[in-house]
Nanobody, 122 residues
């Protein structure tokens, strides 16, 4: 069992920066792929980024590539999402999730956090 808790959300101006954290507890967290997803208002949840357990392979949605960076510190059981130059369309509830494989498919992720709200003002 893995428990995930997101933090770091809030209000940010377009062009600014924000860092989200996903703190994990439970067994063998370092063996899991961790992904970030988001759900914009009135829309379905979508993939944002993912990182392998070693941190050696990352994957990004085209909409955030070059602006967001995912990283992890297994010693701290934490995964980060650095959001640079956010846009108003990045406004969403952001979730972190853990899976056994490097995938973008939501239902392949077994463990989910409760989400953190990010609002980007123009």
């Amino acid at each position: 069992q893995v428990q995930l808790v997101e933090s770091g959300g809030g209000l940010v101006q377009a062009g600014g920066s924000l860092r989200l954290s996903c703190a994990a507890s439970g067994r063998t967290f370092s063996r899991y792929v961790v992904g970030w997803f988001r759900q914009p208002p009135g829309k379905e949840r979508e993939f944002v980024a993912a990182i392998t357990w070693s941190g050696g392979w990352t994957d990004y949605a085209d909409s955030v590539k070059g602006r967001f960076t995912i990283s992890r510190d297994n010693a701290k059981n934490t995964v980060y999402l650095q959001m640079n130059s956010p846009k108003p369309e990045d406004t969403a509830v952001y979730y972190c999730a853990a899976a056994n494989q490097m995938v973008r498919i939501e239902w392949r992720y077994d463990y989910w956090g409760q989400g953190t709200q990010v609002t980007v003002s123009s």
